[in-house]
């Protein structure tokens, strides 16, 4: 049964032509902030794949937003009753939206991680040997950064199917990523390194450790993946149980 929901979303999501617009201008940003921050850089001691690497931070903002809208549209339009009438079953619902949002999202997420690095080698700053992916930790990052697209993603997803109304979604997504971090890392230095966007900047998309004094002490890659995950699976898990509870 999952399989003929699943095909049913990605109909629906392909036949969106706000989907595509969306994902190549994530696809778009990554890359430029990316190739921006690459020219620019001018110390060799820095880690030039986090650099490359930089256009992610505000390129997972898109993808969690559509995973927010991937959910919510069928509330603002109304067609979210036509679904349920179809689909009785809405764990198996959610579960075929997520599918198919996480694996266009892990795609276009690895495409534009991919695109960024070696756009952004090719015009690294003036004087600095430009990062290849047989250097240690360098596919591992590129990898793991376009994997948080398809994590951001679900989260996302995972919040409209909670909060049900995009604007107010969206709120909360930005607030929860961006925003709550500042606060935690003033309040709580040591927990700020649990944040998804400190995560995504300082554990998957770096090749070293990062060390400074001011700095908290942040997650190893793939516990940084592991934690992104989690967040995504409980989003996703606090959706599922709320859709199954209450009216359409």
């Known amino acids: 049964m999952i399989?003929?929901?699943?095909?049913?979303?990605?109909?629906?999501?392909?036949?969106?032509?706000?989907?595509?617009?969306?994902?190549?201008?994530?696809?778009?940003?990554?890359v430029g902030i990316g190739v921006a921050v690459g020219r620019n850089s001018r110390d060799a001691a820095v880690d030039l794949t986090n650099n490359a690497l930089a256009g992610v931070v505000p390129g997972v903002l898109?993808?969690?937003?559509?995973?927010?809208?991937?959910?919510?549209?069928e509330y603002s339009s109304g067609?979210?009753?036509?679904?349920?009438?179809?689909?009785?079953?809405?764990?198996?619902?959610?579960?075929?939206?997520?599918?198919?949002?996480?694996?266009?999202?892990?795609?276009?997420?690895?495409?534009?991680?991919f695109v960024a690095f070696?756009?952004?080698s090719a015009n690294v700053g003036h004087g600095l040997?430009?990062?290849?992916?047989?250097?240690?930790?360098v596919l591992r990052a590129v990898v793991l950064t376009g994997a948080a697209f398809s994590?951001?993603?679900?989260?996302?997803?995972?919040?409209g199917a909670i909060v049900r109304h995009s604007a107010a979604a969206v709120g909360v997504l930005v607030a929860g990523v961006y925003v709550v971090v500042q606060v935690i890392g003033f309040l709580a230095h040591g927990v700020a390194a649990y944040m998804p966007i400190l995560?995504?900047?300082?554990?998957?998309?770096?090749?070293?450790?990062?060390?400074?004094?001011?700095?908290p002490q942040f997650l190893s890659a793939w516990a940084g993946l592991g934690m992104l995950s989690?967040?995504?699976?409980?989003?996703?898990?606090?959706?599922?149980?709320?859709l199954a509870r209450r009216d359409a």
Not at 66 to 71: A, D, F, N
Not at 84 to 113: D, H, N, T
Not at 151 to 159: K, N, Q, R
Not at 230 to 242: D, H, K, R
């Open 3 to 30: 399989a003929r929901v699943a095909r049913m979303e990605w109909i629906k999501l392909r036949s969106l032509r706000s989907t595509w617009w969306t994902l190549a201008v994530t696809v778009a940003g990554t």
């Open 62 to 73: 898109l993808a969690g937003i559509l995973g927010v809208l991937t959910m919510t549209g």
């Open 79 to 113: 067609t979210i009753r036509v679904t349920l009438a179809a689909v009785p079953r809405r764990s198996v619902l959610l579960a075929a939206k997520a599918a198919v949002f996480g694996v266009v999202a892990l795609i276009v997420g690895e495409v534009a991680s």
């Open 118 to 120: 070696f756009a952004a």
């Open 129 to 137: 040997a430009a990062p290849t992916l047989g250097q240690p930790g």
């Open 151 to 159: 994590l951001i993603g679900l989260l996302g997803l995972g919040l």
């Open 199 to 215: 995560i995504l900047a300082n554990s998957l998309s770096t090749t070293r450790p990062v060390a400074c004094t001011d700095c």
């Open 230 to 242: 989690l967040y995504a699976a409980i989003a996703l898990a606090i959706g599922g149980w709320l």
